[in-house]
């Protein structure tokens, strides 16, 4: 079966033609700046997350289904259906997730994927394995080879601190580790995609250089358990299931599409939204205005000036207004980030009936955010604070994880 | 300076146009099969390799110049007068050449490139990186990697029987190496080369996989010696000089061009004309034909029926029509074959008078070539049955040479 279904033509030449939602690894925009997530799984031939799905995670990993997960965040996927099916089989699968080294510090948009890697990893007690894309990024974002080196071991930093167990993950960055088995699988699947077909898929011109056209398979085949020879065993082909946010759909649907002719598994997919910007839902952050997003590295001053200037408000330009009609909930960016990261559903349940009803004024929701947020960044840095040097490499070293499934 | 001075078009868009003659790593033919050199060299933008230069070569080594340099075999050259320059001034250089290993058994045409090495590491006394592309194999002629793998290592029990210094020689397969520096500078590369660029040097089109098109850096890279970082200092920044046939021009035309743009140096090149078939000089020899050339697994029985049956005469019809006019060397095979491998310059000399004035017949010549041809294969024989899978781990073994200069 072909990985778009609903569509005869290419993701991106449909997306060119109609002009108004364009969502690939590069660039994510809409008209009017929302982004229409039921119209994107339409298009990208993915399956809705239903509700059905997180319950049954609930059952099988005897633990509430995670935050972004009940509140759907993780909204689409692909036959992460079929990875359930398995593991209540008792078969096993690893993780995949990965992050482009492009910039110093991560925002909190950056550290969704990767909370939410963390749960499942602690859910399913499997193995996980995290590409850098240093290469990519040198590619890009035109920096250095030394540059983006560098960017992906403080980003490793950033990774690390959030938890993951060095028992059961292998971190690698492509300028590190690409070679050898891993190596031998890109030039299978290089030897799978046309240039025509990555051009219907990634939207790449001539003017692009050849190394733009050569990346797509390099984050392919972290999704083939045999490109790394060191953590599983050459005829294992396990399943793999990549957390995401849903701009990085294509490479995978590529992968999944190339995966069956090789021999392996089809890797299966668990797609994110994008964590808003602070100035409205307007797809994701620009790296290139810092007041457009809360970094790791915000004072508790800053995460306080930026939400309570830049937050987009929902309330009402007056408070007799807002008392008499209400906050708008679709648009209020203290909501929605609460509604990733206020953990209590009874408590964010509260907050969102008293400001809708306008019984809540805007300050008090902005000061609770301001609150989450300064514990949540706060307890990042003291985690980040900890690890070291040597833990990079720990984490980095290219070795057996024995104890991965245990 | 652009590498193609003659011509504002690209080599391959030329080619396409005149149609007459196409030379590129995957294809040469010609009207009428015969290669016009001249035109070759006018067209790539390369110099031809004056009788001086040879004469240069002889002082500055104080030894006889190769055959395959007095007799013309090596014709064209970039740059090799600057490495002569260098070398006279006392400064370091290495030499770079390489095989494609689609097929298990070698013939003399893919020795000459070899031979030539050889010659030049014991003249200069320099260190050589050999590169085995595996990788291209497994993309272009569609075998599997194991497949490809297996051949590198049968082709390099040819190429050490050749006879390389282990001392200063380092033999390397893409899938072995590739990776660390090697990678960093294959990515450097390809972030210098868009895609229409690619298809003006070597002709790509949409239908190509995306594996043809990102292996052109992979061949540039072992140009710089920042690749081997077992070998050189990272400071080193040494000038190459690469030997091998004039079809492969395309890829180091690419790699001068990016030379300087990464701080590198521009790798010099000394380059052959095609062995000619036995049927006859209409280009390379066909590996689909086994009776098209002359294999170093060939018996002595095997060369002297394909000398006798395949090899194009430039005798005349009749004993009497010969002794007439002469045989036609221009044309004639056994001439061209011993003015590759027989080193008596009076002895070829002698024969081409005799031959060409209708004193000696073709069989006479054929049968020195056959005597010639069989001492060659059997020298080769015995020499590659001494090669051990443990020597071709050693000179594959990712190792400092400490006396590669000495």
């Known amino acids: 079966m072909p990985e778009t279904p609903n569509h005869q033509k290419s993701a991106a030449a449909a997306a060119a033609e109609e002009d108004d939602l364009v969502v690939n690894p590069w660039q994510v925009s809409a008209e009017g700046g929302k982004i229409d997530y039921d119209k994107l799984i339409d298009r990208f031939g993915c399956q809705r997350l239903e509700q059905s799905l997180v319950q049954r995670v609930e059952r099988l990993t005897s ?3 995670h935050v972004f997960l009940r509140r759907g965040v993780f909204f689409a996927h692909r036959d992460f259906n079929l990875i359930l099916d398995a593991y209540e089989r008792g078969e096993k699968f690893f993780l995949y997730t990965g992050r482009g080294p492009s910039s110093e510090a991560l925002h909190l948009g950056h550290l969704v994927p990767f ?28 920096l250095t080879v030394e540059e983006s080196k560098r960017l992906a071991r403080e980003n490793a930093k950033d990774i690390i601190a959030c938890g993951f167990d060095i028992t059961r993950t292998f971190i690698f960055s492509d300028f590190s580790y690409l070679g050898g088995a891993f190596y031998e ?10 240039f025509n077909k990555a051009v219907g898929i990634f939207g790449f011109t001539g003017e692009d250089h050849i190394g733009k056209i050569s990346f797509p398979p390099i984050q392919a085949v972290p999704s083939f358990s045999s490109s790394f020879p060191h953590l599983f065993s050459i005829n294992d082909n ?33 797609e994110s939204s994008f964590f808003p910007a602070l100035q409205g839902e307007t797809g994701k952050m620009s790296a290139s205005d810092p007041n457009s997003a809360i970094y790791v590295t915000d004072s508790a001053k800053d995460i306080s000036n930026k939400v309570k200037k830049y937050a987009f408000s929902g309330g009402q330009d007056s408070i007799d207004n807002h008392r008499k ?26 907050i969102r009936m008293e400001y809708g009803a306008g019984r809540m004024l805007t300050d008090e929701v902005k000061n609770c955010l301001i609150e989450v947020l300064t ?10 604070a900890q690890v070291t040097d040597e833990m990079v490499d720990a984490f980095m070293a290219v070795r057996p994880l024995p104890h991965m499934f245990d």
């Open 63 to 65: 633990l509430p289904a």
């Open 115 to 142: 909370m939410f890697t963390k749960y499942l990893q602690d859910a399913f007690k499997v193995p996980l394995v995290i590409q850098l894309t240093d290469d990519e990024k040198c590619m890009w974002k035109n």
């Open 185 to 194: 699988n890109v030039v299978r699947v290089e030897k799978c995609v046309t």
């Open 238 to 270: 396990l399943r793999c299931l990549i957390p995401c946010a849903i701009d990085q759909d294509p490479y995978f649907r590529m992968t999944r599409d190339v995966a069956p002719r090789l021999g392996y598994q089809k890797p299966a997919l668990i």
């Open 325 to 350: 009609y209400g906050a708008n909930l679709e648009v209020d960016i203290p909501v929605k980030y609460l509604g990733f990261f206020l953990e209590d559903d009874s408590e964010l349940e509260h």
């Open 375 to 384: 514990g949540l960044v706060e307890r990042h840095r003291r985690a980040r």
